[in-house]
């Protein structure tokens, strides 16, 4: 099946319908992408099947339109993984590292600079099937897997191994995550689900429920600004 490379965009402010922004430099399913205000960086996933996995990362400038660039490598091809980001940093964590099966590697990269992914530890239990992340300007929080419904953070400034921060209300991959930056971070979907459920994230806990979404939802992705998620 071929893979996408289609770049587009909203105005998050507005409501309509997406407009072309450029082209990855190869098309891929299975990526995840985290941002700054300035970039959005993509790394990972699959650029061919069965055995396609990648450890590209590659970004563009948000506030232009183009294709992206040539950032550095993860370090290790990892599909069905989570991200997230900091002002400065962007993480990637857990799914599935190519021909070797599931993962629990955290890496990062600085976001205003290029080159190779740094090691940063390890998550608490390895998760294929999408898990999702969130992020505020301090933590990074992963939840989810396909039968799983752990939730665990690290502190994006410093490295080492994740803490567990407690359980989605429902266990669950292929779900979409999104944060208000500084004060929630939302579970959104999964696969056969709809629920939406949520987190305070400057403190630990389990998840409380939010709400459902009108269908179920797998395998969607979501965004946000300071305001709400999309």
């Known amino acids: 099946m071929a893979k996408v490379n289609i770049i587009e965009y909203i105005t998050i402010a507005s409501t309509g319908n997406a407009t072309d922004f450029g082209n990855l430099h190869t098309g891929t399913d299975a990526a995840a992408s985290c941002s700054n205000s300035t970039r959005n960086i993509t790394g990972g996933g699959e650029e061919s099947y069965p055995s396609g996995g990648t450890d590209r990362i590659q970004y563009v400038t948000i506030a232009s339109t183009g294709n992206s660039t040539d950032f550095g ?19 990637w964590a857990g799914g599935i590292q190519w021909g070797q099966g599931d993962t629990n590697v955290i890496s990062y990269v600085t976001i205003a600079s290029t080159g190779n992914a740094t090691d940063f530890g390890d998550a608490t239990v390895t998760s294929d099937e999408h ?85 179920n939802l797998q395998h969607a992705g979501a965004l946000s600004n300071n305001h709400g998620g999309l």
């Open 73 to 91: 490598d993860l370090t290790i091809a990892m599909g069905n993984h989570s991200s997230g980001s900091s002002t400065t940093r962007g993480l």
């Open 131 to 215: 898990p999702a992340g969130a992020s505020s300007n301090t933590r990074f929080l992963r939840g989810g897997g396909m039968t799983i419904n752990v939730i665990d953070y690290v502190t994006i400034a410093s490295t080492g191994n994740a803490t567990d921060f407690g359980d989605l209300t429902v266990a669950r991959g292929r779900l979409a995550a999104t944060s208000s930056k500084d004060t929630y971070a939302v579970f959104i979907g999964g696969y056969n689900s709809n629920v939406i459920d949520y987190v305070t994230m400057a403190s630990t806990g389990n998840a409380s429920d939010w709400g459902d979404c009108d269908v």
